[in-house]
């Protein structure tokens, strides 16, 4: 049954209601059009971008956003300690060790560390890098820091991470960019 109201200008048909899968169906290709010229262009443009890109969207995403909290706020997460038992008026450092801390859920391949001797004036003496491999998540690693013949202090910084199972990559010192995610790498 066909009913019109006429207005002076406006007519409204009601007729038999459209099914809710063809009001949607342009709305799906558009955005799969979308995705697929986006892909498409990063491919053609920069295949190891593209890689990283679809790598990252094939997350669930409450983990991009969990990893991408892990990369971003690092040091709330990774960190690094030491045992030394310094004594100032003792010249020399031996027998200390270092650890490294991971509160993440993820295994972090690799961590140096850097460690520098520091003298009684605050110059560094000497520097050396530590290299911890395969920490496992919720868990430290410890190992032994090289032994100094002059120094009264130690300074410890991270100075590189890398991670594959959550895409990190950090080095001291390296430019972020304006990239909301510049630790993000394959």
């Not at 892909?39 to 971008?49: D, W």
């Not at 080095?171 to 995610?181: I, L, R, V």
């Amino acid at each position: 049954m066909n009913h019109s109201i006429t207005t002076s200008k406006i007519t409204i048909d009601h007729e038999a209601p459209v099914s809710k899968k063809w009001i949607l169906a342009p709305l799906i290709l558009a955005t799969v059009f979308t995705i697929i010229g986006l892909i498409g262009g990063l491919i053609f443009g920069n295949p190891a971008q593209a890689q990283n890109v679809i790598n990252f969207h094939s997350m669930p995403p409450d983990s991009v956003l969990i990893y991408m909290d892990y990369r971003n706020n690092w040091p709330n997460y990774i960190s690094v300690s030491t045992d030394a038992n310094i004594h100032p008026d003792v010249e020399g450092i031996k027998n200390i060790t270092l650890t490294v801390h991971n509160s993440t859920d993820k295994f972090l391949d690799n961590v140096q560390v850097k460690v520098d001797y520091l003298t009684a004036n605050g110059k560094t003496y000497k520097s050396e890098t530590v290299t911890l491999n395969k920490i496992e998540p919720n868990s430290a690693s410890t190992v032994a820091a090289p032994d100094s013949d002059k120094g009264i202090c130690v300074k410890m910084q991270i100075a590189s991470i890398r991670s594959t199972a959550f895409h990190f990559c950090y080095t001291n010192g390296m430019k972020t960019g304006d990239s909301p995610d510049p630790y993000l790498c394959k």
